[in-house]
T-cell receptor
Framework: NAGVTQTPKFQVLKTGQSMTLQCAQDMNHEYMSWYRQDPGMGLRLIHYSVGAGITDQGEVPNGYNVSRSTTEDFPLRLLSAAPSQTSVYFC????????????FGNGTRLTVT | AQSVAQPEDQVNVAEGNPLTVKCTYSVSGNPYLFWYVQYPNRGLQFLLKYITGDNLVKGSYGFEAEFNKSQTSFHLKKPSALVSDSALYFCAVRVLGNEKLTFGTGTRLTIIP
């Protein structure tokens, strides 16, 4: 059982470049989300989805897009990378039942120069 | 708005001693509270949760946490610390009907042999 799989593990971008961070889960979870982790700031919610075809903004959505065409996949797109987007990005999913915990991927470390 | 505070960035405990990692929260409504642990270069792992019922909840690796409604706290505890408990610990909160999980800034726990 793979759980939540994120690719790539590391990425370096130049300012202005675009890219997509991939996230896939094999647990048939309805809820999926993206967080960024920065030193001293904990994890901040970027975007989330409660099911295929439904997405919504979190705490820090600017500069990021998401889509949810299938239950399994929830890609995060950086439209025009900025140095402020240098961070570690985590995808997480849950069944969506009340009180169910999040299952996290191992993260993508992104550096924007 | 919901929020979580972890007042200590760093906690050092001697091996074999009891440990406490503090967490306080602020929500409108009844909270769902979670503790997660993060080891280096890994995603977060679920430790335990409080949804309803007994104020003392037990979780993985011998950890437990006590929900205190009057003090709006959910401190993580373990009777006897192990060196392998050294990691970054996050407290998180959400409320019924709101899928968004809000994290604290994390506490780095170091167990000294």
């Amino acid at each position: 059982n793979a759980g939540v799989t994120q690719t790539p593990k590391f990425q370096v971008l130049k300012t202005g470049q675009s890219m997509t961070l991939q996230c896939a889960q094999d647990m048939n979870h309805e809820y999926m989300s993206w967080y960024r982790q920065d030193p001293g700031m904990g994890l901040r919610l970027i975007h989330y989805s409660v099911g295929a075809g439904i997405t919504d903004q979190g705490e820090v959505p600017n500069g990021y897009n998401v889509s949810r065409s299938t239950t399994e996949d929830f890609p995060l797109r950086l439209l025009s990378a900025a140095p402020s987007q240098t961070s570690v990005y985590f995808c997480a999913s849950s069944s969506g039942r009340e009180g169910s915990p999040l299952h996290f991927g191992n993260g993508t470390r992104l550096t924007v120069t | 708005a919901q929020s979580v505070a972890q007042p200590e960035d760093q906690v050092n405990v001697a091996e074999g001693n009891p440990l406490t990692v503090k967490c306080t929260y602020s929500v409108s409504g009844n909270p769902y509270l979670f503790w997660y642990v993060q080891y280096p270069n890994r995603g977060l792992q679920f430790l335990l949760k409080y949804i309803t019922g007994d104020n003392l909840v037990k979780g993985s690796y011998g950890f437990e946490a006590e929900f205190n409604k009057s003090q709006t706290s959910f401190h993580l505890k373990k009777p006897s610390a192990l060196v392998s408990d050294s990691a970054l610990y996050f407290c998180a909160v959400r409320v019924l009907g709101n899928e968004k999980l809000t994290f604290g800034t994390g506490t780095r726990l170091t167990i000294i042999p």
